[in-house]
């Protein structure tokens, strides 16, 4: 996929990230590039609460970016099996710890 550059200060970045991420049909492109923004101000609260990124979304910024985006994503109200399997194996301890005492991950038999 293609992302759109925001080439936008990274207060306006993540004041946009802040205002979009509870949105339910919120721009995907916008939501996708926020979320997989460099700085994690900007994309912690599209990885915390966006219910329009996809698994795929999801996987990007836990094995691409940082270590920061990966606990955002470990800490999402809800995470699918193939994106905790994702995590789970190439995480940390503390990434680990966040996604097995996340109510809302599901676990496959890979990742367990």
């Not at 200060?9 to 923004?37: C, F, I, M, T, Y």
């Amino acid at each position: 996929r293609v992302m759109p550059r925001l080439f936008v200060r990274r207060a306006a970045r993540a004041e946009l990230a802040e205002r979009l991420s509870g949105l339910r049909n919120g721009p995907p492109a916008v939501l996708r590039a926020l979320a997989l923004d460099a700085e994690i101000v900007v994309a912690r609260p599209v990885l915390l609460r966006s219910s329009c990124l996809d698994d795929q979304d999801l996987m990007i910024a836990a094995t691409e970016r940082s270590r920061e985006h990966r606990l955002a994503v470990c800490r999402r109200p809800r995470v699918s099996a193939m994106v905790t399997d994702t995590i789970v194996v190439g995480a940390d301890s503390e990434a680990r710890h966040a996604i097995a005492a996340n109510p809302g991950a599901r676990l496959s038999p890979v990742g367990t």
